[in-house]
């Protein structure tokens, strides 16, 4: 299953210094990254297991969109640039910038 990445990469710029923010390479996202590996690439879980318990649970959002898959991969064939905005609970957030 492919994800539609729907948020704009200019439009989340303007949130860069606002919340926290990783920066990854866009082959990273044409591949596809496991949504476990995602979270604990942005920093919002220190470990594999914490993703897993976190995803299991229904508190992992990805563009404000709930997923309890822990074998989602999220893809998408973009050649420039893309943004996502990664959600654990409803407070803490990490914007995930590819280029």
Request: charged share 25%; proline share 0%; hydrophobic share 40%.
């Amino acid at each position: 299953m492919e994800m539609e990445i729907e948020i704009n990469f200019s439009q989340w710029l303007q949130f860069v210094d606002t919340i926290g923010t990783t920066r990854l390479d866009i082959s990273r996202l044409n591949e596809g990254i496991n949504i476990v590996t995602l979270f604990v690439l942005s920093g919002l879980c220190h470990s594999k297991s914490a993703a897993r318990r976190l995803i299991e649970q229904g508190g992992a959002y990805i563009n404000k969109t709930r997923y309890k898959d822990t074998n989602y991969v999220v893809r998408d064939n973009r050649k420039d640039m893309a943004a996502l905005l990664l959600g654990h609970g409803k407070k803490q957030c990490r914007l995930v910038l590819f280029k």
